[in-house]
């Protein structure tokens, strides 16, 4: 009974009591009585409510005191008694307004005429559904609350790492049987259903996005994946693979060639485990994120690529639903001088990768924990050297 409990209800009870008093701290720190979540991954981690249905608007009303309600579609209650002990369920009809519900929430949590925060980046609260409740007639001083949740989730809890690591171990799962599916004459197809076959033998749910896998024709285009091409000796394929264990997102990526690599190719693959070297000793608790993109151009510097800049050289990952592993609306990079703070518990998609430069071309990605020492490298097991098929 204890593991088909775990199975239903990913954290325990007094994990999310943790969690919801450090977002009424965020409510009294920002001024608000209250606020509407809309983002999947935070009413996940503030009540452990998961499954597909997130596709149609779900919002849930905290308030100061740490009382919750959901809104959402009324067919999801069943679904909500089975998974949610520490919210009030407030289920609309198909036919009827989500922001009704909403308001009926925001009437019994006190909210009603208060301060009140909403989610204005949330991909899933459309404008219709965000005018219409803030449309209220009771007064409500409305303000954006984007981000103030979504920052709590960046750290992870002792329970949120071995969720993680376990993420991990499935990627790399999946990741070597894609390099052992991959030869001259084989489709993407075959390889993208060797890696979806480990990855999800080795523990994994579906991801929140990709996997990727790509020829040497559209090695560029960032986010496209198999459609039934061929790999032939001499391409360069992408492969930016990620396995999720309790939505705790583990992405990764290698570039392998097919038959033979170009000249210089040694050198690269050097550049690339330097980079991520680098990054990983940056990830340091206390240095600033834009540390580890500095640490990261300078092995690039090292090699004549001064002026060679990428957007970020990694970003932080956590839970994440589709569309995403992001784990949200945005992107939280190690960009060019961010001054975010690197905490321990956090964890990077870390990129170092050079590609269309003056060497051949190479990447490596990795799921990176900040530790004390510095950052952990989770995705250990597939080779960061050259990989040949």
């Not at 998974?83 to 369920?89: D, G, L, M, Y």
């Not at 009926?104 to 609260?125: N, P, T, Y």
């Not at 583990?250 to 680098?278: F, H, N, T, W």
Request: with cysteine.
């Amino acid at each position: 009974m204890k593991d088909l409990n775990m199975i239903n209800k990913p954290f325990p009870q007094q994990e999310l009591q943790e969690r919801v008093a450090r977002a009424r701290t965020v409510l009294e720190r920002n001024d608000l009585d209250g606020i509407l979540i809309s983002v999947p991954e935070s009413i996940y981690y503030l009540t452990g409510m998961d499954h597909w249905g997130f596709f149609a608007a779900h919002v849930l009303i905290l308030n100061r005191d740490g009382k919750m309600g959901l809104a959402c579609r009324a067919m999801e209650k069943i679904t909500f008694d089975n998974q949610v002990e520490n919210a009030t369920f407030y289920g609309h009809k198909d036919h009827e307004e989500l922001s009704d519900y909403v308001h009926q929430a925001m009437k019994d949590l006190g909210l009603w005429g208060g301060r009140v925060g909403i989610e204005k980046r949330s991909l899933f609260l459309t404008p219709r559904h965000a005018e219409r409740i803030q449309d209220d007639g009771a007064g409500t001083r409305w303000s954006d609350a984007s981000g103030l949740i979504d920052d709590l989730r960046l750290v992870k809890s002792p329970l949120e790492m071995s969720y993680t690591r376990k993420a991990a171990h499935a990627v790399d799962m999946g990741t070597l049987a894609a390099i052992e599916a991959l030869k001259d004459g084989a489709s993407d197809y075959e390889v993208s259903a060797a890696y979806h076959k480990e990855m999800i033998l080795a523990g994994s749910e579906y991801p929140g996005f990709g996997p990727f896998f790509r020829p040497t024709s559209r090695l560029g285009e960032e986010h496209t994946t198999w459609r039934g091409e061929i790999f032939r000796s001499g391409d360069a394929v992408f492969m930016e693979t990620c396995a999720a264990y309790r939505k705790y997102q583990a992405p990764m990526g290698r570039l392998a060639y097919v038959g033979s690599a170009p000249a210089g190719i040694e050198a690269s693959v050097d550049l690339a485990i330097r980079g991520m070297k680098a990054i990983c000793e940056a990830l340091k608790p206390g240095n600033e994120a834009g540390q580890a993109y500095e640490a990261w151009h300078d092995v690039a510097a090292s090699a004549g690529l001064n002026d060679y800049h990428r957007h970020h050289c990694g970003y932080l990952v956590g839970i994440g639903f589709p569309p995403s592993w992001t784990g949200g609306s945005m992107v939280t990079s190690l960009f060019p001088n961010s001054t975010r703070k690197i905490e321990v518990g956090m964890v990077v998609h870390a990129h170092s990768w050079f590609t269309n430069t003056s060497v051949a071309d190479y990447f490596i990605s990795n799921t990176v924990m900040v530790t004390e020492e510095g950052g952990e490298i989770l995705t250990s097991q597939t080779p960061e050297t050259l990989i040949l098929c």
